[in-house]
């Protein structure tokens, strides 16, 4: 191992606080001892946080219609090759009812950011399947602060909202017609609503650095999040990255295995993206920091067209299948599916 790595895994081992020189040292870790090491201490730190229970996440992904133009993703308003389609409320509920029945403790409402559904309609939404007696998740983009409000009084626990990248100009050149600070300006709002936070990075964008995933990691660390996505970036042909290779598998692990050292209180999930690159990717991602994953309750006739990036799987599953997927992916390794909500798991705060 070199001297560098092995001063910032001993640090992290330590727990201090790791500078962005440590994180991008871990990040930078080698094939074979280092990724190893690294592999080995998130996965202890998980085992220490989390324990050994996996929460399962049921997604619904209601809508793919979106007003953004994102430069990766194939939801994008611009792309008309895609069959758009919209989830009446009684469909939503039934889903989320069909989850509650499944056993997932949240409920994970996600569209593209689709202005059809009123702040009202989605608070209806909201109270119905709070009903259900599960913890809700909303992951449905940039709206206003009293929508985040009225959703919150609603009965939502968690937010969703992708900082994306921590690199401001990068941010800028991906998301025209957007800002990074209003992105933040949205973070904000939902922390101080109460909300538990979720946010996080895309692995592997053109032009991203170890020095930028470095500062998104310390931007999660900043926000103090209670959940962080991190996936591969995923190249889709109807787009205008369709032509870029997709990120590194590999340095997504690295990734993740750092984020369970930088903010090991986190929820980190097993990313759909990491099971699209490899057969194998979510098992391993729970082996190195991971803690959660996230099944698709979405109806299976929609599936398909939730295409956010080309080739993701089980678009021809339905819940069922998911669920009994997923069973047997948690046992196998050893670990326990999580009972109850699976809220944050951070420490009560000392009196
Ligand atoms: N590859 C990987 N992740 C993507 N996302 C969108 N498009 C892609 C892609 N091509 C991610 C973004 C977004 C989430 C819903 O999906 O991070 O927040
Ligand atoms: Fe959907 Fe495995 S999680 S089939």
Redesign the pocket.
């Given at each position: 191992m070199r001297t560098e790595f092995a001063a910032s895994l001993e640090r992290a081992a330590a727990g201090e606080e790791l500078t962005r020189e440590d994180i991008i040292n871990l990040l930078a870790a080698a094939p074979g001892a280092e990724e190893e090491a690294l592999y080995r201490l998130a996965d202890s730190v998980r085992a220490r946080v989390a324990g050994d229970e996996v929460h399962l996440r049921g997604v619904i992904e209601f809508s793919n219609y979106c007003r953004r133009h994102c430069y990766y993703c194939g939801l994008r308003a611009d792309n008309a090759k895609l069959q758009r389609y919209r989830l009446m409320p009684e469909e939503i509920i039934a889903a989320a009812r069909r989850g509650a029945e499944l056993g997932y403790g949240t409920i994970v409402l996600q569209s593209g950011e689709d202005p059809w559904y009123t702040g009202p309609m989605l608070a209806e939404i909201i109270r119905e399947i709070k009903k259900l007696g599960v913890a809700v998740t909303l992951c449905v983009g940039e709206r206003t602060r009293d929508e985040y409000a009225m959703w919150r009084e609603a009965g939502a626990d968690r937010y969703l909202l992708k900082h994306e990248t921590a690199n401001a100009d990068l941010y800028a050149r991906l998301h025209p017609g957007m800002s990074w600070q209003e992105r933040l300006r949205c973070l904000q709002w939902l922390r101080e609503l109460g909300y538990q936070v979720g946010s996080g990075n895309i692995i592997g964008l053109p032009g991203q650095t170890l020095a930028d995933l470095a500062d998104d990691l310390i931007l999660l660390r900043q926000l103090d999040v209670e959940m962080a996505g991190l996936g591969p970036f995923i190249p889709h042909p109807a787009t205008p990255l369709g032509g870029e290779p997709a990120g590194s598998l590999d340095l997504t692990y690295r990734v993740v295995a750092t984020a369970r050292l930088v903010i090991p209180y986190a929820h980190l999930p097993a990313t759909t993206a990491v099971g699209t690159l490899a057969p194998n990717g979510r098992q391993l991602a729970l082996q190195r920091g991971a803690n959660v994953i996230m099944?698709?309750l979405t109806p299976t006739r929609y599936r398909a067209d939730y295409q956010i990036y080309p080739n993701k799987?089980?678009v021809n599953?339905g819940p069922e299948?998911?669920r009994h997927?997923?069973e047997g992916m948690v046992r196998a390794l050893g670990r326990r599916l999580g009972r109850g909500p699976g809220h944050t798991l951070k420490p009560l705060p000392v009196q």
């Open positions: 099944p698709n799987i089980c599953e299948d998911c997927c997923l």
